[in-house]
Structures are given as structure tokens and as C-alpha cells.
């Protein structure tokens, strides 16, 4: 990814603004305790969010909600290569429609007439095959750290959470008979934020995020008409979820109260997803061969 420089860096220099290690607000040198999260941050505090500290050190700090959705996906992605397994056949790197929808795959069927909605979340955590986890997490791995740093993490896991929904949406009015997987509709909605990160931001920095995001999304048609298999509506929905949500979001450091509402917003975003997660087991249990 592009390094952003610009004037904006060095107006920040320049004042005595800086970054709040917890939420990520806009704060003083002066402040030893960030207004907006209470928490400590004066040149004598101990950093009660050291990176050491997270899973003995193995994860760096700012990629650390992005690793735990890696994770996850590469997790259930291990889990279908075992469920493919049968006999001599062997362990499979790519799978086919019926294992996608066994693990929660997209469904226009399954959605419309038996109200498994959940499928519009769990869609966004598999993949299809080897190269398809393979680019989607590189992608990831930059993007997400960095739509965090901007966005703060309970903003970043609600653009990523409704981004998926909105992208599988968009996919299922499209093309509701067609299997649809993959993180990239979330993917999409971390580069709508910083899009509208880019159109929040009237400055020079802002123009430059949002000239760098707009190539990405150039590079994402001509990706969808290169390979007709990619869901070009998963994507587009993806991007307008995540662009609007990014919009209303803006960055951390407002009052308290708005934190307080992020916070909550991405607690529910957690308990949606786990209970999604819970549906798609059961889901798989009772589809499983007796």
C-alpha cells in the first residue's frame, strides 16, 4: 500500500495534536487522560494496550482485528477442506456449490424460502479455493490495519459487518440462484470508508486518500470483467455499505457519548455474527449424513 504524505502530516507536527493509542481521537500533548475514552496516555503511563501483551506478542497491535478475521477465515476454510474429505479421495483446495452452502454460502433459495438469513454474514468469511483466500487476505491484511488506524476499531468491525451484508444483498436481488462467497464484499466496504474518509476530508490529505481508494475501485472492475466468475454485485453493495457507513461514522474523537454508540453498534455487529456462526453449525449438523 501507498504511504499518504502531505501537508496534513505536517500540519499535525506542527500543532500539538496527536493520536489517542486507544480510541484513536484526535487529542492534545497536554492531555494525560484522553477526553473522549478515559484512557491514559501521558508520557509516564504504562501502555495497558502493549502489543507484547496480545497473544505473547505473536500479533502486532494494529492488525489485530484484522488478524483475528483472517482467522477465521482461514479456520473455516481448513474445516471445509476436512468435510470434503472422503475416502481415498483425498483433501480438496477448492470446493464445490454444495460444500459452499453446506458452511453458509450465499443461497437465493435457501434465503427466500426458508428465511436463513444468516447466510448473508457467513457468506463473507469462505472461499472458494485456495487463490481465492489467498488474494482476499492479502488484501486484507494492508487494508484492514489501516482502515483501523483511521476509523478506530469499533467503527472499522461496523463498516466491515454491514459491508458484507449489503454486499451479500446487492448479490442476492442480482443473482439470487447463484452460490456466492468471499471477504472481498467486506473488503469493498473497508475502501468505500476510506473513500469517504477522502471526501470527509476537504484537504490536500483528503484528495490524496480518496484518489488512491478510487484506483482500487478501477482495479476491482477491471478485475470483475476479466474473470466473469467474480460477484461484481457483492462488491458494488460491499462498497455503497461501507462508503455510507464510513460517511456517517466520520473518525473517532467526537464526544463520549457518540464512542459509547460505535461501541455498542459493534458489540451488536459481534453478537450478529456469532449468532449467524451458531445457525450455520447447527445448519451443518443437520444436514450432516447419518
Known sequence: MKKLE???YNEVSMDKRRMCPNCRAFITTDDKVCPYCQFTVGPKAVDQRNPADLLGGLIPHARFTTMVILLINTGLYIAMMFHTQTGSQGISFDFDI??????GAKSGRLMLLHGEWWRLVTAGFLHGGILHILMN?????DL????EEMYGTSRYLAVYFVATVTGFLASLFW???VASVGASAGICGLIGAMIALGVRDRSSFGAEIRK???RWVIYLLVFGLIFPATDNAAHVGGLVGGFVVGYIAGTPGRSQIVERIWQTLAGIALALTAFSFFKMFMALV???PQ
Do not use: E, H, I, N
Not at 454444495?98 to 458452511?103: A, G, M, Q
Not at 487476505?137 to 491484511?141: A, C, N, R
Not at 484492514?144 to 482502515?147: D, E, I, R
Open 6 to 8: 502531505g501537508p496534513r
Open 98 to 103: 454444495d460444500t459452499l452452502v453446506d458452511f
Open 137 to 141: 487476505s492479502w488484501v486484507l491484511f
Open 144 to 147: 484492514g490495519a489501516q482502515t
Open 175 to 177: 443473482a439470487p440462484g
Open 212 to 214: 488512491f481508494y478510487v
Open 286 to 288: 443437520a444436514t450432516r
